[in-house]
């Protein structure tokens, strides 16, 4: 069964699937590309709405993200377990009952310490299960350590933060009860204006490290009830983790649906996925032009689609999920920034539901590229109001401190620095 190739080894479903292992995490993979990450998200799906360990055939036959499936076929199915968090790994072996799994999911997600939660809930928590708390604890807290912080005049904060393998990302914790967070350690897209992508990529993030993120905010006083996906990487390139982030997140880490912010150089295959999907977050577009020249040139490595046809899919997905499209365009000096490309962008976007973002571009040393006047894009943002199409000229938070869009990247951190 395992690695069939997709399309002529396709058998109907109710012939491939297994059934998860009780109070496993069930997680369903299989040789077809496309199929493959559709169920393992409805199971994941399955598994933290609790509704049953062992997903039902009917139920996984029902569940909107099957239907990705092409044509309702799906290859060979082979079915392990992959846990998500070191909560999910714990659960497994000692055989927790659900509800504590999503206790324990709960306290983790919402900053709080395990052990402090079992004992003021009084949770009828198993002898096993408290004994390992504190080990647990200290696995939790090694996802996401911080390093280094830098406190920006506006009252932002970019955070330095160590994986458990040593590895760095960064965190930008924003004002109005945000952050941004990165999913991968570099980026292959390798956008000529990003500090970020001029380091290539280093590796994925898990699903833990995406969301330990927000817990290493909340843990240390600050608010979160909006999170970007803007930091480091591109989030289609590690699908999967953050599928399951947005899960954790948009579930037991109580943040609404749209405070989730899925921002990304676009591909319309994910926002099929995105829109199968039990949390189906905002969407950020990074479009920066409508020249499918441009665009190849300033994003090398994204996906080759004419950029209408790529706002098009993104435009759809929105509508699908009744909330307005961020369409982000990084102002470069000469390149995107004349008033012909808005009147022909207002054109694309006129009468749908979208929000145009022009971001000044913060300058990154070893580029040859150049930010325009501030009032050149109040002249654009003017204009498209013009032609009744929101937008907004945004200032990035933390420029002072390299943590504006853009300016992220993997930086060598000391083995300990706390944030205060
Ligand atoms: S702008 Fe985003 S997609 Fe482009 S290189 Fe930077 S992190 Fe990657």
Not at 33 to 44: D, M, N, S, W
Not at 142 to 160: N, T
Request: charged share 20%.
């Amino acid at each position: 069964m395992d690695g069939a190739p997709s399309g002529a080894s396709c058998v109907p479903l109710r012939d491939g699937v297994e059934r998860a292992p009780a109070n496993g995490t069930g997680i369903l993979s299989c040789g077809c590309e496309e199929t493959a990450p559709a169920l393992a998200g409805a199971v994941f799906a399955f598994r933290q709405a609790g509704r049953a360990p062992s997903p039902p055939l009917d139920a996984l036959k029902s569940a909107p993200v099957a239907h990705a499936a092409p044509a309702g076929r799906i290859v060979l199915v082979r079915l392990h377990v992959i846990d998500p968090t070191p909560i999910h790994t714990l659960a497994r072996r000692l055989e927790l009952p659900p509800v504590h799994e999503r206790l324990l999911l709960r306290a983790w997600l919402l900053g709080h310490g395990l052990e402090r939660f079992a004992a003021t809930r009084g949770a009828p928590f198993s002898v096993s299960l408290m004994q390992a708390l504190p080990e647990l604890q200290v696995e939790l807290d090694r996802l996401a350590m911080a390093a280094q912080q830098h406190a920006s005049a506006d009252g932002s904060r970019r955070l330095v933060i160590r994986l458990a393998d040593g590895k760095t990302v960064e965190s930008v914790w924003l004002a109005r009860q945000a952050i941004c967070i990165s999913t991968q350690v570099g980026c292959a897209v390798g956008c000529s204006f990003c500090r970020t992508g001029m380091g290539g990529l280093e590796r994925n993030l898990h699903a833990a490290e995406i969301a330990a993120q927000v817990v290493l905010a909340r843990k240390h006083g600050h608010v979160t009830r909006r999170v970007v996906l803007m930091g480091m990487g591109e989030p289609i390139h590690n699908l999967e983790a953050v599928l399951q982030a947005l899960e954790l997140l948009g579930g037991e880490g109580q943040l609404g649906h749209k405070e989730l912010v899925f921002s990304t150089v676009g591909d319309p295959r994910a926002f099929e996925r995105l829109a199968a999907h039990h949390v189906r977050p905002s969407l950020a577009l990074s479009l920066h032009t409508l020249d499918e020249g441009t665009r190849r040139e300033l994003l090398p490595r994204a996906p080759r689609i004419e950029p209408r046809a790529l706002l098009e899919g993104a435009l759809r997905y929105c509508e699908r999920i009744t909330w307005p499209l961020l369409v982000q365009w990084t102002l470069l000096e000469g390149i995107n920034d004349s008033p012909q490309q808005a009147l022909e962008l207002s054109e694309q976007l006129k009468g749908r539901r979208a929000l145009v973002n022009y971001i000044p571009w913060n300058v990154v040393a070893g580029t040859k590229l150049a930010r325009p006047a501030w009032e050149r894009g109040v002249q654009l943002v003017r204009t498209l109001r013009a032609q009744g199409v929101l937008a907004t000229l945004r200032r990035s938070g933390a420029q002072d401190v390299d943590g504006g869009c853009g300016q992220l990247r993997a930086r060598t951190a000391p083995a300990t620095a706390p944030v205060s």
